[in-house]
């Protein structure tokens, strides 16, 4: 009897039945994520928002969505500018600052879907939620006012302190600076830091004297 059951015939047939099961297996769709917490952005706000809840919520269940594998202490820019700190001190990997017990996708939000608790990014993925933290920070568009793309990118006076791209050129012209202009200016929109542009202007004075430049041969001017 028990030779019977388990002859080859059965064994065959129940593999048989097996594979067809699996070849009609629905195969599980990796670019669908769910999670309690999404944190669209890993900046500062988004890690400390992430640091703060992964406290409270269980592995797996804590996504941070963020494209870039730099992270950038911004405040330190303005330093930088003045040559008191490095773009290397200021930077760290992405994955050091984000909490343990959270799930970093290296992909960007494109599209919100607030009535489904739905997020898109540029690879494809799904993302569901519970909770939506959005802290995607200010985006620059120097390519806004005419020519200062072009400028910051060719050797010369023109810098920006906000992005760690063109903060380095900052104390090159600073050093640059013997005697002549040197206008700062205060951007008229929505902005990173609004004390950045008057500090960089006060540390480019005290570096200008501290090399033994003379005040009078210099003026800054602010415009705001
Ligand atoms: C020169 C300078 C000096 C400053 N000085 C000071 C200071 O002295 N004191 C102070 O308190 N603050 C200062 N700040 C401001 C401070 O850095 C910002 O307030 C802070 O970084 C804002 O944090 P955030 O998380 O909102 O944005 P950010 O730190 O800019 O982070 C935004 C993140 O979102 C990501 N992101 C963007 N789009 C998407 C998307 N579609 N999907 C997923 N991720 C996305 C970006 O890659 C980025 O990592 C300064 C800033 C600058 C530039």
């Not at 500062?44 to 992270?71: Q, R, W, Y």
Request: aromatic share 10%; with cysteine; proline share 5%.
């Amino acid at each position: 009897m028990f030779s019977k059951i388990f002859s080859n015939k059965y064994i065959n047939k129940s593999i048989t039945l097996f594979c067809d099961r699996r070849l009609s297996t629905t195969p599980i769709n990796t670019n669908k994520l769910s999670c309690k917490l999404l944190v669209v952005g890993g900046g500062t706000g988004g890690c400390a928002v992430a640091a703060k809840f992964s406290k409270h919520i269980k592995k797996n269940n804590l996504i941070v969505l963020e494209p870039s594998e730099d992270h950038y202490y911004q405040p330190l820019f303005t330093l930088i500018g003045g040559g008191a700190a490095t773009l290397e001190e200021s930077r760290r990997n992405e994955k050091d600052v984000l909490p343990e017990n959270c799930t970093w996708i290296k992909d960007k939000a494109v599209e919100y879907e607030p009535k489904n608790n739905v997020v898109h990014t540029e690879k494809g993925k799904i993302i569901e939620y519970d909770y939506l933290l959005i802290a995607v920070g200010l985006n620059l568009h120097y390519e806004k006012i005419p020519g200062l793309l072009e400028s910051l990118n060719r050797p010369g006076g023109v810098c920006s302190n906000y992005s760690p791209k063109y903060v380095n050129r900052t104390f090159t012209a600073l050093q640059n600076l013997n005697s002549g202009n040197a206008i700062f200016t205060f951007p008229n929109t929505a902005v990173k830091c609004p004390g950045a542009p008057q500090k960089i202007c006060y540390i480019a004075d005290h570096f200008l004297r501290k090399v033994g430049i003379i005040r009078s041969t210099y003026a800054f001017t602010f415009i705001w």
